[in-house]
């Protein structure tokens, strides 16, 4: 095939996966919305609904328990920690509870949730075909420019959750890593989109395709941590809040179950980030002479080390409040968020990482 037809097949990938990641974003509501029912029927058969904050604490574990059914796993953050039945965690049997709900209901939020993640599967599957389309095109690594920066970063995002839900029973996340997948697939294709073309000859370089696509799988990691830390910071904000009726965030892990998934998470990335700090600088040596040159790009991506350098630095020290720590991850993703937007597009920002072709 032409570079022509490989470019166009690559955008048709791009639209379609657009699609299915559209399918997938409302399987995943109604993924959420199955296990809100589910809840409220746990609520109400053992009249926790009206006052839940005084209802028997092991009544509502054994009911939320039957909703869950046999086959429901009990790790941290797969189910939320007053799923646990009093069987498992040594509380007091407590009065007697009515039957729970239907089983059917936690079978029908599985199967919606399995749907979902088998959907994102699919369109993250399209979304790689499309960049590799792309690479195929223009014969080289497929991030010269914002448009193939911005959906190889969204592939990124989508194959790192693909690896981590099936195992962690993370079908309640899909909605919050699905949905700016999606935003930046739109951003992409209708304000971004360049026609494929040559690279720019500071950019013909084998570390072309070390440095960026570590960097793509740090800011992965760092997308699902702060998906994670964001919810964990909700959790902690509705904690001890009497509520009149079930929410969706009901059924999530507890505060700090997500703080630690968070902390995890970005982990990893920070790792991965710290190599991409360092690969950046061996490459600026061969390319313009220097390791170093204050350049914006160059400076925005230490500032992102240092902040979750520092993140991470407090979380690991003892009597350090895990709530502020977590809003220093986020002031970290906003950074990122900076560094991939304004940094590349803001005249203000102009340096030697000018390479986003718009």
Known sequence: ????????????????????YTLAMLAFSWHLAARTGATTQASQATGTLEAPEQASAPAREQALAAVAGPGASHTQL???AHDRSPARTGAPAGPPVPAGPDPTHS????QRGNVALMLTYLATLLLIGSVLLRGIAVMRPPWGNMFEFATAAAAA???????????????WLGLFIVAPILLVLGLSVTVLYTEAGELMPALKSYWLGIHVSIAFLAVAFFTIG??????????????????????????????PALERGAYSINMVGFILWTFTLIAGAIWAKEAWGAYWQWDPKEVWTFIIWTVYAAYMHGRATAGVNHRKTTYIAVGGYA???INFTLVNLMATFAGMHNYSGM
């Open 335 to 337: 950074a990122v968020i």
């Open 78 to 80: 797969e189910e939320p």
């Open 226 to 255: 702060f998906a994670l830390g964001a919810l964990s910071l909700v959790q902690q904000h509705r904690a001890g809040k009497p509520s009149t009726r079930v929410r969706f965030l009901d059924t999530l892990p507890d505060a």
């Open 107 to 110: 079978r029908a939020s599985r």
């Open 1 to 20: 095939m032409t570079p022509e037809t490989l470019a166009a097949n690559a955008n048709l990938a791009l639209y379609s996966s657009m699609l299915v």
């Open 157 to 171: 995002v989508g194959a790192v959750y693909c690896a981590l839900a099936k195992r962690h029973q993370w079908q």
